[in-house]
């Protein structure tokens, strides 16, 4: 048997001791001996397919599963903005132990509450990992069902209003996070969408912002020359490739500029080379770290960042405060000793004087400490070397 091979361990791993003594031709106590040598020699190989493994299913996870004691508080909280009547949905959802139960018409809570314009319940839920684009049986979302609310004329301007607002709630809290739904979502609300409607079927089998056309036009390109801002701030939020050039080396930028000159949208398009200009500066400092963390050399290190890999994508901002471990990602790099994310963190003009949960910042952190590895490290922050490595 060969030291790294999953298909032996787990062979051997899964049989009785009487099987394993004749499979081996050891005694019990020799079996036993082979079984914790093949435990010790086959981690690294378990531990690395766990790994990989992982980075596979990370996204398809439930985001949330909430223990009985965790779901009695939520649901204290959501009692008080529900009357009696409701009593029904939450022994359902205690009785399944799941904040995220579906009825038998496939309709959650917050899509119950959305239909009756409960806005505090409804603002109360949203702060939990709800699928805001699920479906029910019927084919509708949340932001269906708003619609088909608010267009019903028997319904008075009051509850409307109240209508719109529990849309608000949703609609902000979607639009603060990454979602290609929420991107397919703006563009088919878009008064230019039969603009954009060949690469909206396009995303909608392949889940790529960056789809093109014949002619090597990406959405960001189609959006920039019809002055769609609120398009383009989707788009550029959700990292659609700002820099990309069609064949005829126009970019979306490039686009902005040659119909400034002479459309009467001025204002849309200075407002959209200014979004697409700032979003090129600031990925600038943030895509290197995230081309290091895709890099397949260093995926185990999703492992130790997962919360500061989310939280670049979501604010392009790499001094970003993990609102769990209050620290920044140099914080974190310093922490673990790694010294090739602390180097591009340096390179990449990281900031040194944000304080931590401990109220200390890097500078006053490295101080400290007394390895050659962070005193190198200190003289390196005194002088301000960006250019400097460890």
Known sequence: MEKQSIDDITRLLSMDLGALTEELWHTPEEAKAIVNWVVEAGSPAVEALIDEVSHDVEDALVPSVYTASELQIIISGLRKSLDSEKSEWINDILMNNDLFYLDKDENNILMILISEWNINAVEYLAAYPFDFFHKNKDGYNLFDLVEILASDNQLNESYKNNVRQCYKIIYDKVESALSIEFVLMTLKKSSNFHQYEELYEKMLISSNINEINWFGTNLLQKASLYWDVNVVKVLVKNWIDIKHANWKWETAISIAKSMLQWSKFITDYEEIIKIVTDADNISFKVKPILDFFEDNKNRNRWTYYPHFIFLLKKTWNIDE??????????????????????????????????????????SEIIATKTHPFYQKFNEMLKDNNRNAII
């Open 321 to 362: 405060i993990d609102p769990v471990s209050w620290n920044t990602l140099l914080h974190a790099a310093i922490s673990d000793w790694d010294v090739a994310l602390i180097n591009l963190l340096w390179k990449q003009w990281a900031k040194t004087d944000i304080p931590n949960k401990g109220w200390s910042t890097v």
